[in-house]
């Protein structure tokens, strides 16, 4: 096993930990040595691994003190994902974050009547889909998707066609997770999708851009409790 699985190994062990064990945000977790010990791992890779679950939201280090929970996964979010998948899947955010905010920026100075056209309708079968009982992840993704096309580069759509399988999971849980939660969190996803489509519609690039990147952190911030 290399050491990008290991770390992977390493990663989905440590939320196991958190959820098997209940452990509450602020509860510390087991030292890198104990930790390095139950997986047979080097403390290297254990290392590298908390590295990436702050980087995640999940815990953070303390110096002179250990690591510590500072948000759970929410339980919603195992039914689409098993623990071992969700290093790449939330690690497809790392991609996004500068994907998806330039494809924002350049479909707000490239866009064409026709794109934006697209664009907007895309908005009204998200907002249609999210206010009803009916699955939204579709629509969120098109929605997405028909903002990398506005860019009128094709290698933008490649690169986001790349990551659908984990785009895809990330969608349909946090449609599902912001349902089961108070009705604001639905219209709060509505709203940052709106305040996208708005400054492309403006041909506000750095609007667009930060509106897209603000979205993208809320969303992943959502599949925590």
Same mark, same amino acid.
């Given at each position: ?27 510390? *977790?087991? +030292? $890198?040595? /104990?930790? =390095? %010990?139950?997986?047979?791992?080097? #403390?290297? !890779? ?84 999210? *206010?009803? +009982? $009916?699955? /939204?992840? =579709? %629509?969120?993704?098109?929605?997405? #998707?028909? !903002? ?78």
């Amino acid at each position: 096993m290399n050491q990008a699985r290991l770390s992977d190994h390493a990663y989905a062990g440590i939320v196991e930990i958190i959820n098997d064990q209940d452990l509450a945000v602020g509860d510390r *977790l087991p +030292s $890198e040595a /104990a930790l =390095a %010990e139950r997986f047979g791992v080097s #403390r290297a !890779i254990v290392r590298e691994a908390l590295v990436r679950l702050a980087s995640d939201g999940i815990t953070e280090a303390r110096r002179g003190a250990g690591s510590f929970v500072k948000s759970r996964p929410s339980q919603r979010l195992a039914a689409f994902m098993p623990a071992t998948e969700l290093p790449a899947t939330l690690g497809s955010y790392e991609v996004r974050f500068v994907l998806e905010a330039e494809a924002a920026r350049l479909a707000a100075t490239r866009r064409s009547p026709i794109e934006m056209a697209h664009v907007e309708e895309g908005m009204e079968m998200l907002r249609t889909a999210l *206010l009803s +009982s $009916e699955p /939204a992840h =579709a %629509e969120d993704m098109e929605l997405h #998707r028909r !903002i990398a096309e506005a860019t009128g580069n094709p290698a933008f759509l490649i690169a986001f066609d790349a990551l659908h399988a984990d785009v895809d999971k990330v969608m349909r849980a946090g449609v599902d997770i912001s349902r089961s939660r108070p009705p604001e969190v639905i219209a709060t996803m509505l709203r940052e999708h709106e305040q996208i489509v708005a400054a492309i519609r403006a041909q506000d690039a750095e609007g667009a851009a930060l509106a897209m990147r603000w979205h993208l952190w809320e969303g992943r911030r959502r599949l925590m409790p």
